[in-house]
Nanobody, 117 residues
Framework: VQLVESGGGLVQPGGSLRLSCAAS????????MGWFRQVPGKGLEWVSG???????DYADSVKGRFTISRDNAKNTVFLQMNSLKPEETAVYYC????????????WGPGTQVTVSS
């Protein structure tokens, strides 16, 4: 079982990035998938989730700017991030509740997003 994030990088304030989370060893559509982020020295923050039935949810701070989606054929989950702010500079992690569907227990290594001019 593996999750691998990609798509991070340097972007100017107000810019956009699309993160990808490629999964192997299980089927993303059968489990909850989430995006989290962590600023150095601070705690882990939940950003967004997409669930078995396809429903989605977002932290209030990103509603209207971020969109989570999945491509079942590619077994990949995406996070489209628009209107990025400097304070959203963080390592972004993908996670899943595979295998027990009780909490996020399987994590990717993360991808760095830096929002700066």
């Amino acid at each position: 079982v593996q999750l691998v994030e990609s798509g991070g990088g340097l972007v100017q304030p107000g810019g956009s990035l699309r993160l990808s989370c490629a999964a192997s060893g299980f089927t993303v559509s059968n489990y909850a998938m989430g995006w989290f982020r962590q600023v150095p020295g601070k705690g882990l923050e939940w950003v967004s989730g997409i669930y078995r039935g396809g429903s989605t949810d977002y932290a209030d701070s990103v509603k209207g700017r971020f969109t989570i989606s999945r491509d079942n054929a590619k077994n990949t989950v995406f996070l489209q991030m628009n209107s990025l702010k400097p304070e959203e500079t963080a390592v972004y992690y993908c996670a899943t509740d595979f295998p027990y569907a009780k909490g996020y227990v399987t994590w990717g290594p993360g991808t760095q997003v830096t929002v700066s001019s």
